[in-house]
Nanobody, 115 residues
Framework: QVQLVESGGGLVQAGGSLRLSCAAS????????MGWYRQAPGKQRELVAE???????NYAGFVKGRFTISRDNAKNTVYLQMNSLKPEDTAVYYC?????????WGHGTQVTVSS
């Protein structure tokens, strides 16, 4: 059974940093595409960053060098380092895995950025 468990969210002031973690189990992690998405109240879920085929990294335009996605295959964990956070980054952040047409989601972790 696939499990993606996010952690590291919380309340931070604008300009601060957070590091999100997503621990995966039940998947062949090292060959799975992994990503972070977010959903703000009243908005659609959107891609934040993803690692495709273990190496290619794609960021949403609003990241603009502030966020860094990384993975540790030995720990089956994907990270999202978020710096220079803005109030508009407030959302629930979700971990996503994809492989051969099978997609899984975590339950999400809340990130709230105060102005």
């Amino acid at each position: 059974q696939v499990q993606l468990v996010e952690s590291g969210g919380g309340l931070v002031q604008a300009g601060g940093s957070l590091r999100l973690s997503c621990a995966a189990s039940g998947i062949h992690f090292s060959i799975s595409d992994m990503g972070w998405y977010r959903q703000a109240p009243g908005k659609q879920r959107e891609l934040v960053a993803e690692i495709i085929s273990g190496a290619y990294i794609n960021y949403a335009g609003f990241v603009k060098g502030r966020f860094t996605i990384s993975r540790d295959n030995a720990k089956n964990t994907v990270y999202l380092q978020m710096n220079s956070l803005k109030p508009e980054d407030t959302a629930v952040y979700y971990c996503n895995s994809r492989r051969r047409g099978t997609e899984s989601w975590g339950h999400g972790t809340q990130v709230t950025v105060s102005s």
